[in-house]
Structures are given as C-alpha cells and as structure tokens.
C-alpha cells in the first residue's frame, strides 16, 4: 500500500486521487458504452455529464462528511475543508449530489432523465467499486479490529492506524468494493429483463443500501449511534431502502396494471 505514488518537487501524487480520478473515467466510459448501445444519439452528452456528476459527487462526498460526520472538528479548522486525502469521504453524500447535479443536467438538455437513470445505473455502481480501491489505497474507510490475529493491518501514516495502530482490521472497504461488483453484474442482468422505467435504478439503489447496511456493522471509522442502534450511514441507508422499494413496487404496479389484457 503506497499512499504516495511520487512527488513532482514537493508536490504529493496520491494514490487515492489517481484511482478515485480513474473511478470517474471509467464509470463515465461504460455509461457511454451503455447509453451508446440503446442507439438514441444520446452518448454525445455523456463525456459533459460525467464530468459535471463527478464535481459534484466530489463535492457531495466531501461536504456530506464534513457537516455529517467530522463538523465539530472543521468548523474549527476551516482551511482543511478540501483536504479529502484525511479520509473525509461520504459516498452516500456524493451520490446524492452527483445524481442530482444529472438530474439537471438531463431535464436542461430535454433528456428522458428517468430512462437514463436506469440505463447509467450499473456505471454508478462500477465507479462505487474502484473508489472503494482508492480508500483501501488511502487507509480510510476501515474496518472495527477483528479481535484475532487476522485483518488489515495499515501503515503507519493511514488514519486507520492512527485510529487503532497495529490492531487487525475488518476489510470493509475491500467487501464493499467486491459487493458493488456483484450489484454491478446483478444490475446489467436486471436491464436484460422487461422491467419499468425507473426499476433498475429504483433496485440500484435497494441492493447498495441494502449492502451498505450490513457492512456499517463492521466499520470502525465512524460508528456513532443516530438513531440508538444505527449510524448515521445505516439509517441513510434504511430510508433509501424503504423509499426505493416502495417506489419498485408502484412502478412495476403501474407498467402491470397499464398492460392490455390479453
């Protein structure tokens, strides 16, 4: 694990924003093979939308963290806002952001927003996993020690083992990363089947937070209780389940009951 590539003079080339860089680049590129696939032109947009979801999933992923999580320490340290690199990063919040910001982008260029929100589902997911390498790169979003003499043990200059030393970790960030791959593979079937608009995107959604959920239970950077027994990304998770079910359900309703009898 080198979290320092090389230096250009004093300048740092960090692992975790070459891979994180790369998670964009390439998510962005199968999304345009995906949407290139359903031959309505609409591929052109894509390098444009990438760019603009990946600011601000960025921004979303940071600010998410800062205000959630580590605010009692930045609102004293202002300048350190944007210092990513100290493993302040909160996927949930740049997915939110960076959805958001293609929501815009779709409705100003008079895209189907919600046909693309499914088609561009499993590139969101891919981009997930290969950030996911980036933490484990960085030595942040770790696991709880295991308790015994197997787990990650990380480098002296990780916040991981300035959190907890040389104690064995939980690979969370790891499982996470393999678990996205699985959604990744699960989604690209799903797309295979005659489901409704706004279903891919709707199961996305289900099956992340649905893993995200479990893996919390493991994590050990941040494991404050919200809600008496959940973290704050359990219980973000809990809601997003809830919601991206019911709406599932009323979608796949709806193309059922709109269906000519036969």
Same mark, same amino acid.
């Given at each position: 694990?080198?979290?320092?590539?090389?230096?250009?003079?004093?300048?740092?080339?960090?692992? !975790?924003?070459?891979?994180?860089?790369?998670?964009?680049?390439?998510?962005?590129?199968?999304?345009?093979?995906?949407?290139?696939?359903?031959?309505?032109?609409?591929?052109? !947009?894509?390098?444009?939308?990438?760019?603009?979801?990946?600011?601000?999933?960025?921004?979303? /992923?940071?600010?998410?963290?800062?205000?959630?999580?580590?605010?009692?320490?930045?609102?004293?340290?202002?300048?350190?806002?944007?210092?990513?690199?100290?493993?302040?990063? *909160?996927?949930?919040?740049?997915?939110?952001?960076?959805?958001?910001?293609?929501?815009?982008?779709? &409705?100003?260029?008079?895209?189907?927003?919600?046909?693309?929100?499914?088609?561009?589902?499993? /590139?969101?997911?891919?981009?997930? /996993?290969?950030?996911?390498?980036?933490?484990?790169?960085?030595?942040?979003?770790?696991?709880?020690?295991?308790?015994?003499?197997?787990?990650?043990?990380?480098? *002296?200059?990780?916040? =991981?083992?300035?959190? !907890?030393?040389?104690?064995?970790?939980?690979?969370?960030?790891?499982?996470?990363?393999?678990?996205?791959?699985?959604?990744? *593979?699960?989604?690209?079937?799903?797309?295979?089947?005659?489901? =409704?608009?706004?279903?891919?995107?709707?199961?996305?959604?289900?099956?992340?937070?649905? =893993? &995200?959920?479990?893996?919390?239970?493991? &994590?050990?950077? !941040? /494991?404050?209780?919200?809600?008496?027994?959940?973290?704050?990304?359990?219980?973000?998770?809990?809601? *997003?389940?809830?919601?991206?079910?019911?709406?599932?359900?009323?979608?796949?309703? &709806?193309?059922?009951?709109?269906?000519?009898?036969?």
């Amino acid at each position: 694990m080198h979290q320092y590539l090389f230096f250009i003079g004093d300048f740092p080339v960090r692992a !975790y924003g070459l891979v994180l860089s790369l998670s964009i680049i390439l998510a962005t590129g199968v999304g345009y093979f995906l949407v290139k696939k359903e031959g309505r032109g609409e591929e052109t !947009y894509l390098v444009d939308l990438g760019i603009y979801c990946g600011i601000a999933g960025l921004i979303g /992923a940071r600010l998410w963290d800062v205000f959630f999580f580590d605010w009692d320490y930045y609102s004293h340290h202002l300048t350190e806002l944007f210092n990513v690199w100290q493993g302040g990063m *909160a996927i949930q919040g740049g997915i939110f952001l960076g959805v958001l910001a293609g929501i815009f982008y779709c &409705r100003h260029h008079k895209l189907d927003t919600v046909r693309l929100m499914d088609v561009l589902a499993p /590139a969101i997911i891919l981009g997930q /996993a290969l950030g996911r390498c980036a933490n484990l790169l960085n030595g942040d979003a770790f696991g709880a020690p295991t308790g015994g003499s197997f787990g990650i043990v990380y480098p *002296a200059t990780t916040l =991981a083992a300035h959190t !907890y030393g040389t104690q064995p970790l939980w690979p969370a960030e790891i499982w996470e990363g393999q678990l996205d791959m699985v959604i990744f *593979a699960l989604l690209l079937m799903f797309r295979c089947t005659n489901h =409704a608009k706004g279903q891919c995107f709707a199961l996305y959604v289900m099956l992340y937070s649905a =893993a &995200r959920f479990g893996l919390e239970f493991l &994590r050990g950077d !941040y /494991a404050e209780k919200v809600l008496a027994f959940m973290t704050s990304a359990q219980t973000t998770s809990f809601f *997003a389940f809830t919601i991206a079910f019911l709406i599932f359900l009323y979608l796949g309703w &709806r193309k059922t009951s709109s269906s000519p009898n036969t």
